[in-house]
């Protein structure tokens, strides 16, 4: 095992650990999550361990639970009692109706949002992942796989860039490794990276590039040419070069959880200084900036709808998770105050 530096430790994070004003706990990296067990990364070596029932229970009224890339505080021999201050996180909404969130990767220095150059791109999947990622804190990197397989790559990487504005774009090939090299500033000793993509868009076979072995398990292409899901849990990667790598299944979906479309969105944001409302929904409103460059072709119409869509979005999971933490907290104001009766009863 390498130095807790070399897992991204550093002064801050001593500091932070300092404030758990407990000796008995050692810090280490949670590496991997399976079936409620996680594997950890310490001074002392691998090991696996069980986070504590307090966390749990802190977490039915928003508290957090442990997730791949967490820096935590770990009670001997292997109990995680306390999560440290995170730095970026990558959370979604779960699938389904309940309004919680699940953590994709946490503490991470920059996200490789990758993006197959093949029959399955959208751009409009990529404002998502692009929005994501500028919210959790990290710096977003597009990465553009299946090169090979495109006509016409700088035509793509101009698509692209209209709506990743600001974002570095990087077209690679994982058969011939054109473009890798390219990536090699963002595996600095001690960063982090964390691959995001849907399935079959090359995150493993990039990994094992990077790696320059395999380190995670692919599979060919399907007959219909789209790739084939492998990676089924999230995982902390040490690459030979010092880097750090968490790799995740293929997202079939990613809705938001909480979160502002302006980084994601600087030109539909710039414009909406122009309004003559300050409060304009760039609909039917007149002299409306957004809507006059719509007009004269210098905003795609289509990048508006995404910007309505996603807008609704995270209005309507603020709404229904505002809801689900106040009921949460009444009922469990309510246990505690049962309790206490209980205990006063002579």
């Known amino acids: 095992m390498p130095a807790l530096d070399a897992l991204g430790w550093d002064a801050e994070r001593v500091s932070a650990f300092e404030q758990l004003q407990d000796d008995?706990?050692?810090?280490?990296?949670?590496?991997?999550?399976?079936?409620?067990e996680f594997v950890l990364f310490a001074e002392e070596g691998e090991l696996r361990?069980?986070?504590?029932?307090?966390?749990?229970?802190?977490?039915?009224?928003?508290?957090q639970l442990p997730a791949v890339g967490d820096w935590v505080g770990v009670m001997p021999p292997a109990t995680i009692a306390a999560i440290l201050p995170r730095?970026?996180?990558?959370?979604?909404?779960?699938?389904?109706?309940?309004?919680t969130e699940?953590?994709?990767?946490?503490?991470?220095?920059?996200?490789?949002?990758?993006?197959?150059?093949?029959?399955?791109?959208s751009l409009r999947r990529l404002e998502r992942y692009i929005t994501t990622a500028w919210e959790s804190g990290a710096q977003p990197?597009?990465?553009?796989?299946?090169?090979?397989?495109?006509?016409?790559?700088g035509a793509a990487v101009?698509?692209?860039?209209?709506?990743?504005?600001?974002v570095p774009v990087h077209p690679v090939s994982n058969v011939s490794g054109d473009g890798l090299a390219a990536l090699d500033d963002y595996l600095q000793p001690g960063r982090t990276v964390v691959l995001l993509g849907s399935s079959g868009v090359g995150k493993s076979t990039l990994l094992n590039r990077l790696a320059g072995s395999e380190v995670m398990l692919t599979r060919e292409v399907a007959a219909d040419g789209t790739g084939?899901?492998?990676?089924?849990?999230?995982?902390?990667?040490?690459?030979?070069?010092?880097?750090?790598?968490i790799d995740t299944p293929g997202l079939r979906e990613l809705q938001f959880w909480e979160g502002d479309l302006g980084a994601a969105f600087e030109d539909i944001e710039a414009l909406a200084l122009e309004c003559r409302f300050r409060n304009c929904a760039h609909m039917r409103e007149p002299d409306c900036a957004v809507l006059g460059a719509v007009d004269d072709g210098t905003l795609e119409l289509d990048?508006?709808?995404?910007?309505?869509?996603?807008?609704?979005?995270?209005?309507?999971?603020?709404?229904?998770?505002?809801?689900?933490?106040?009921?949460?907290?009444?009922?469990?104001?309510?246990?505690?105050?049962?309790?206490?009766?209980?205990?006063s009863r002579p």
């Open 158 to 166: 101009l698509e692209v860039e209209t709506v990743a504005i600001g």
């Open 102 to 121: 699940q953590v994709l990767a946490a503490n991470v220095d920059a996200a490789f949002l990758l993006a197959g150059l093949d029959d399955d791109f």
């Open 87 to 99: 730095r970026s996180a990558f959370i979604r909404k779960n699938a389904g109706q309940d309004s």
């Open 228 to 245: 084939r899901h492998t990676t089924t849990h999230r995982e902390l990667v040490r690459l030979p070069g010092g880097g750090l790598v």
């Open 49 to 63: 361990a069980r986070a504590a029932g307090r966390l749990f229970y802190e977490h039915d009224v928003g508290g």
């Open 141 to 153: 990197i597009v990465v553009l796989t299946k090169a090979d397989l495109s006509p016409d790559v």
């Open 24 to 36: 008995n706990l050692f810090p280490a990296r949670v590496a991997a999550q399976h079936r409620g």
């Open 303 to 343: 990048r508006l709808r995404s910007w309505r869509k996603l807008q609704r979005e995270l209005e309507s999971i603020a709404a229904r998770t505002d809801a689900r933490l106040r009921i949460a907290r009444k009922k469990r104001w309510k246990q505690i105050a049962s309790v206490a009766r209980q205990k």
